[in-house]
């Protein structure tokens, strides 16, 4: 199987959280930022930010894992953020740091 991620993407004043899996994070990440698909939700919501995400040996597990980020509410997605990343910052250049 596949390796997989989960990612929450958020906007400029991090007011609207998209909490999605991937099996490319980095290829993911650069779809969201050039507006690849101009009608999704995050093209709408301007999400160009990556805030938060989690690598997974198995691309299932990263699916449940999204499933139960989903299921949680907003300040457990904000706690998980402020966990990895207090200060909001945009960490698409330093996915490979945390890998």
């Not at 004043?13 to 930022?33: F, G, I, M, Q, Y």
């Not at 040996?57 to 990263?62: E, H, K, L, R, V």
């Amino acid at each position: 199987m596949k390796p997989g991620f989960v990612y929450i993407m958020t906007n400029s004043n991090n007011t609207v959280l998209h909490v999605e899996v991937t099996s490319d994070l980095h290829e993911r990440v650069a779809d969201h930022k050039s507006k690849r698909y101009q009608d999704s939700f995050s093209a709408r919501y301007n999400l160009s930010k990556l805030v938060y995400f989690e690598a997974f040996q198995m691309i299932g597990d990263a699916i449940g894992r999204e499933k139960q980020m989903k299921g949680g509410s907003r300040k457990k997605k904000v706690d998980l953020i402020r966990s990895m990343n207090p200060e909001w910052n945009d960490l698409t250049f330093s996915i490979n740091d945390f890998l």
